[in-house]
């Protein structure tokens, strides 16, 4: 049977985890690989191992699921199923299946998957389980006006959706690999993205976002992660601490708040107090 899948797969320096996903996804249909630059061995492994691999084209807006890079996925890809996908997500044997399947019909178009998360290295314990939409038709989305971990429009009909169970035989699993380093670096960038995205779209500042936002995060975090001890409590206070930066950042944007703005006052108090010098 032809083959009518395409798993697209982001990475960058992914050497130690690439492996783990292509054969997970290989026998299932093409796996293109779109790197943002790696300098390890990532393109080697994953022509070794029958992907094909592409450089993703650059973008100033600091994450993928933009219309730009639709396009170009659009522009490689020959089937007429995506399956939008990470390397540190590996997809259950019978959700294949059911991929496969549903790729060689027309009935449906979409389809939503459940994501379950692991942290801490500990795979006994989901911390969330999100319904995400990751396999879809090509030429059913929409990515123009894409934001940041959410994903395109789809522009069928509501009956052309279809939402596998949420159980663990068909469920994604994502294996989310932080520590302090990692997790600051990323979500900051992520939170500055997400700040510029609510400003452009007129989303106000709001204490009640500001407090609510954190105790949010945390709740949902923490209910599971607790069972990881010492470090899911330190990992769910960060992913509140995120949603705290987010809202920092708007709040900055929206008040014009810069370092070089804070420069500049700070220097008509120096050049004052350097005036009782006579200088």
């Known amino acids: 049977m032809e083959k009518n899948i395409t798993f697209i797969l982001f990475a960058y320096n992914e050497e130690k985890r690439i492996e783990f996903a292509i054969k997970n996804l290989i026998n299932y249909g093409y796996v293109y690989v779109l790197d943002g630059g790696s300098a390890d061995n990532t393109r080697a492994i994953s022509e070794k191992l ?29 089937t007429d199923w995506i399956y939008w996908g990470f390397v540190d997500n590996l997809v259950p044997r019978k959700t294949l299946e059911k991929f496969v399947e549903i790729s060689n019909q027309s009935a449906i178009k979409h389809v939503f998957v459940q994501v379950y998360t692991y942290l801490c290295g500990n795979t006994e314990n989901v ?3 999100t319904d995400s939409s990751l396999f879809f038709m090509k030429d059913f989305m929409d990515f123009s006006n894409g934001k940041i971990h959410k994903m395109g429009r789809f522009i069928g009909k509501e009956s052309e959706i279809l939402h596998l169970p949420n159980t663990k035989e068909y469920a994604i699993r994502h294996y989310s690999l932080y520590d302090l380093n990692k997790f600051i670096n990323n979500h900051l960038k ?44 330190i990992l769910s206070l960060l992913y509140a601490s995120f949603r705290l930066m987010v809202y920092a950042k708007l709040y ?20 004052a107090l350097l005036n009782e010098f006579n200088l």
């Open 50 to 78: 029958g992907a094909k691999f592409f450089i993703r084209p650059k973008n100033d807006k600091g994450y993928g699921e933009t219309e730009e890079m639709f396009e170009f996925i659009k522009s490689i890809v020959k």
């Open 127 to 129: 911390i969330t389980k």
């Open 190 to 233: 992520y939170a500055e993205v997400e700040a510029k995205q609510y400003f452009r779209d007129g989303k106000k500042f709001g204490l009640i976002y500001l407090i609510g936002h954190p105790i949010k995060y945390f709740y949902m975090y923490y209910k599971t992660a607790f069972k990881n001890g010492v470090y899911g409590l």
């Open 252 to 271: 900055e944007l929206e008040n014009k708040i810069t370092l070089d703005g804070m420069e500049e006052k700070y220097a008509r108090d120096k050049r």
